[in-house]
């Protein structure tokens, strides 16, 4: 099987459509509030893993491994018989209202690793850091 770029350029095409500023305006407040996590979102060779090393060297911050949650919820939005040609994700990301959004970031909270020891219900601001490639 040889690589095929075209459904990764497919992608970026489809996110850029539809996650634009306006998109993340109209959305502003909502999700789960909760300052646990601290997303490190970037590229290979890009320098997040050296940004993630430098917060966890903090005595409030833990680095965490990357976790599957994001790509997990990715697949549920997908729906099982994905069509390659038109996807439902990330289009339905519009459809979504604010407490899809929350009930997605409490879903998120709730996974084991998504938090440092101590840190949930904690008075102090401890943060975790997920590397996520998106």
Known sequence: ???????????AELQAAVCT?????A???????CADPIFIVGLPRAGSTLLEQILASHSRV????????????????????????NPRYPAVLSDLTAEDFSRF???Y?????????????????????????G
């Open 1 to 11: 099987m040889r690589f095929n770029l075209r459904p990764i350029l497919r992608n």
């Open 62 to 85: 833990e680095g965490t491994t990357e976790l599957p949650e994001i790509l997990r919820l990715v697949g549920e939005l997908q729906g099982r018989d994905a069509d390659p040609v």
């Open 105 to 107: 970031g409490e879903k």
């Open 109 to 133: 909270i709730a996974t084991p690793g998504s938090t440092a020891a101590g840190c949930r219900g904690s008075s102090t601001r401890c943060r975790t850091i997920s590397a996520t490639l």
């Open 21 to 25: 500023r306006e998109f993340f305006e």
């Open 27 to 33: 959305r502003k407040g909502w999700g789960f509030d």
